[in-house]
């Protein structure tokens, strides 16, 4: 049983590139989650899903993009990166009883 | 705006004393409280959580104590060890809300020495 699986672990952009950060998880979650975590800031929500073809808008969504087209998948998009998407990056996924998150292990993004 | 506060933001214990972490939240909506812990290089696991209808709850050598009058949680780590060492997260969420979805405190860097 993987759990939730993010790729890639690393990755250094070029301002103005795209890039998408892929999450996928076995568990058979509804809800799934993209935070972003940056030093002395905690864990801030970008977007979050409730199933497959439900998506909504987080507390930091400038500059992303996510879809949920399966229960399993939910990748997220950055378009024209910039120096202030620099940043861990996990996604999340829970049952949706209000139990805790169950999290991927993270992409770290560096945009220069 | 900062909907849940943590503190301290680092704390060095030696091994075997009493390391606390602290919440404030602002949310009187809120009705669930986890703890994450976070070592590095690696995802929050959960470690505790609390509902707002006990005021503690004890899970081997963790235990949150939970002020619903205050609006505050801490997080007691009796008998603390080296490899507790890792960064702790306290959340909240308000489970009937679209998404359920978790507001994260700061973090607190937990060092203990051996």
């Known amino acids: 049983n993987a759990g939730v699986t993010q790729t890639p672990k690393f990755r250094i952009l070029k301002i103005g590139q795209s890039m998408t950060l892929q999450c996928a998880q076995d568990?058979?979650?509804?809800?799934m989650y993209w935070y972003r975590q940056d030093p002395g800031m905690g864990l801030k929500l970008i977007y979050y899903?409730?199933?497959?073809?439900?998506?909504d808008k987080g507390e930091v969504p400038n500059g992303y993009n996510v879809s949920r087209s399966t229960t399993e998948d939910f990748p997220l998009r950055l378009e024209l990166a910039a120096p202030s998407q620099t940043s861990v990056y996990f996604c999340?996924?829970?049952?949706?009883?209000?139990?805790?998150?169950?999290f991927g292990s993270g992409t770290r993004l560096t945009v220069v | 705006q900062q909907q849940v506060k943590q503190s301290p933001q680092s704390l060095i214990v030696q091994k075997g004393g009493i390391s606390i972490i602290n919440c404030a939240y602002e949310?009187?909506?809120?009705?669930?409280f986890p703890w994450y812990q976070q070592f590095p290089g690696k995802g929050p696991a959960l470690l505790i959580a609390?509902?707002?209808?006990?005021s503690e709850k004890k899970e081997g050598r963790f235990t949150i104590s939970f002020n619903k009058s205050a609006k505050q949680f801490s997080l007691h780590i009796m008998d603390s060890q080296p490899g507790d060492s890792a960064t702790y997260f306290c959340?909240?969420?308000?489970?009937?809300?679209?998404?359920?979805?978790?507001?994260f405190g700061e973090g607190t860097q937990l060092t203990v020495n051996p």
């Open positions: 999340a996924s829970r049952t949706g009883t209000g139990d805790g998150y169950t």
């Open positions: 568990m058979n979650h509804n809800y």
């Open positions: 899903s409730v199933g497959a073809g439900i998506t």
């Open positions: 949310n009187t909506a809120f009705d669930y």
């Open positions: 609390i509902r707002p209808d006990v």
């Open positions: 959340a909240a969420s308000n489970i009937g809300t679209s998404g359920s979805r978790l507001t």
